[in-house]
């Protein structure tokens, strides 16, 4: 070989190695930014799982991360679900590619090429996934569906608990064969391991939240409740005796919301004949497991006493050997307690005045029937008495038994006998009665009103009555009523007096300690009743 040829051999082996060196430091560089880029997806992986997202959010970085690590154009994570129809799996997250891609497509099922990730029994690596035997048996597309993303390189890692439960699966693609080799696998099966660790925790944290979330509704429902029904939450610790009590419970006995109210001060408002009785009530319910419930009057700050009725029941606790706590509510029963008294008080009343009531009508009869000569006039006589006294409870009721006034009486006992504009009144000011005053004079009007209409002025087309009352001028306190006919018959005294005339003259001044005087004027009668203004007041 001649001087030029070895010269040109030197110069071209030369070359070859710089050549050499070029393409091994460029295959150096690519290698090391693939390093870089799978160090820093692995970063941002390692950043999210410590982030604690949400599962959704976190299982999109891990399939975006994994696309990157194994070179993949395409990765989904599928997770379990079970329906109706059994196990299937849906699309759960998505990356290289839109999620409508698989919108048009049935859920992936347990098919041969799936089956072996859905049941986590191991890692699925196909250079060219059409041309795997498993592939395409399973109808009805026998493989990919038209329209599918084209995936021949295949990568599949099942994401598994450290329990052993199959969360889902991890998948990557891409369009051209042989893409994933040992080293993308590796990083897959660590990623799926991370994943599975990652989602199961940020599934307990979910299911957590949303138990907090569901507590706080409930307690909030709760609260609600017990505001609205005006009940006051309390707990008592039974060793400390250390007493919590709501704003509502702390009101129930007169207390402010920011004031100290603990179990000492329960006890201490607790009414003294009430006390015992209270505390007895709660050891019971420490000792035995008896219900918390009684009634018991309340002394508030202020001096005011009310009624609390308190329930609530003790935990018993099995290694403890008795109780820990006790809980319960509180309620202001003082208007239902009232009630209760006013109740009470109406039974002994309507019981008294029915008794009352027989007495006068017993009373009524015997006089009536020694006054009058046949039944007939008996039974008109009769009837006419008990319907006054009839009419006198009609005005009562109207009042709630507090009594009514006079001028009251006067309207509604003549308004029976359609006489009421031949009656002119003329008095000072109207004077309210108590209930037995209101009887008393209720009869005695209708006695007036029945005679007239029989016998006086008020039996003839000009007669009339004028009613006047007024305080006795001589300042003994006694209320002058004055009943005066004019324009009747001419009057004469009568030989015997009836009923009426005894129940003006006696009657009244047995009930009302009154003084009567009837006066048999040629002018029309005249009666005149002087009445103590204490045995009329209610």
């Known amino acids: 070989m001649g001087v030029r040829s070895l010269a040109k051999a030197t110069s071209l082996a030369e070359k070859g190695g710089v050549e050499d060196?070029?393409?091994?430091?460029?295959?150096?560089?690519?290698?090391?930014?693939?390093?870089?880029?799978?160090?820093?997806?692995?970063?941002?992986?390692?950043?999210?799982?410590?982030?604690?997202?949400?599962?959704?959010?976190?299982?999109?970085?891990?399939?975006?991360?994994?696309?990157?690590?194994?070179?993949?154009?395409?990765?989904?994570?599928?997770?379990?679900?079970?329906?109706?129809a059994g196990e299937s799996l849906m699309?759960?997250?998505?990356?290289?590619?839109?999620?409508?891609?698989?919108?048009?497509?049935?859920?992936?099922?347990?098919?041969?090429?799936?089956?072996?990730?859905?049941?986590?029994?191991?890692?699925?690596?196909?250079?060219?996934?059409?041309r795997d035997p498993r592939y395409g048996r399973t109808s009805p597309h026998y493989g990919m569906p038209e329209g599918h993303l084209p995936v021949r390189s295949y990568l599949a890692v099942p994401v598994v608990t450290r329990a052993g439960a199959v969360l889902g699966g991890l998948f990557f693609g891409h369009p051209q064969p042989g893409r994933f080799g040992p080293r993308a696998e590796s990083l897959a099966v660590g990623l799926a391991g991370q994943a599975a660790v990652a989602i199961e925790s940020a599934r307990t944290q979910e299911a957590a939240q949303a138990e907090l979330t569901q507590r706080r509704d409930a307690e909030e429902r709760l609260k609600f409740a017990l505001e609205a029904g005006r009940l006051g939450s309390w707990e008592l610790d039974v060793e400390t005796r250390a007493y919590l009590a709501s704003d509502i419970c702390k009101a129930n006995y007169g207390r402010a919301p920011g004031d100290d109210f603990g179990f000492a001060d329960l006890v201490a408002s607790v009414h003294p004949d009430d006390r015992p009785r209270m505390i007895a009530a709660i050891e019971d319910a420490i000792r035995h497991g008896a219900d918390y419930d009684i009634e018991y009057r309340v002394r508030r700050p202020d001096g005011e006493v009310r009624w609390v009725h308190a329930r609530g029941r003790a935990a018993q606790t099995a290694d403890h050997g008795g109780a820990r706590r006790m809980a319960g509510v509180s309620l202001d029963v003082t208007e239902r307690k009232r009630a209760e008294e006013r109740q009470k008080l109406l039974v002994n009343e309507l019981n008294h005045r029915v008794k009352n009531t027989l007495v006068s009508v017993q009373s009524i009869a015997s006089q009536t029937l020694r006054t009058t000569d046949s039944p007939e006039a008996f039974r008109d006589a009769f009837e006419g008495r008990i319907m006054a006294l009839s009419h006198t409870h009609d005005l009562l009721t109207q009042q709630n038994w507090q009594g009514a006034s006079l001028r009251e009486i006067f309207d509604f006992e003549l308004e029976a006998f359609a006489a009421r504009d031949r009656i002119a009144f003329d008095?000072?000011?109207?004077?309210?009665?108590?209930?037995?005053?209101?009887?008393?004079?209720?009869?005695?009007?209708?006695?007036?009103?029945?005679?007239?209409?029989?016998?006086?002025?008020?039996?003839?087309?000009?007669?009339?009555?004028?009613?006047?009352?007024?305080?006795?001028?001589?300042?003994?306190?006694?209320?002058?009523?004055?009943?005066?006919?004019?324009?009747?018959?001419p009057v004469v005294p009568p030989r015997r007096h009836g009923f009426g005339a005894r129940l003006l003259e006696k009657g009244l001044a047995g009930e009302l300690s009154a003084q009567v005087a009837l006066a048999y004027d040629s002018l029309g009668l005249v009666c005149t009743m002087k009445l103590p203004t204490r045995a009329l007041e209610p």
Request: hydrophobic share 45%; no cysteine.
């Open 91 to 130: 699309l759960y997250s998505l990356s290289g590619a839109p999620r409508s891609a698989f919108e048009a497509f049935p859920t992936p099922r347990g098919t041969a090429v799936f089956a072996p990730t859905f049941r986590g029994e191991g890692v699925v690596r196909s250079d060219d996934i059409t």
């Open 427 to 489: 008095y000072a000011r109207d004077v309210q009665l108590s209930p037995k005053a209101t009887v008393a004079l209720g009869m005695a009007v209708h006695e007036l009103a029945t005679n007239a209409l029989k016998y006086g002025a008020l039996s003839v087309p000009g007669g009339g009555v004028r009613v006047t009352w007024e305080p006795e001028p001589d300042d003994s306190g006694a209320l002058r009523l004055t009943w005066a006919e004019h324009g009747g018959p």
């Open 21 to 84: 060196l070029a393409a091994r430091l460029a295959a150096a560089e690519e290698a090391l930014a693939e390093e870089v880029r799978r160090s820093r997806a692995l970063n941002r992986i390692a950043e999210a799982i410590g982030a604690g997202h949400d599962a959704e959010t976190l299982v999109q970085t891990v399939v975006d991360g994994g696309v990157e690590l194994t070179g993949a154009q395409f990765g989904a994570f599928f997770y379990k679900v079970v329906d109706q």
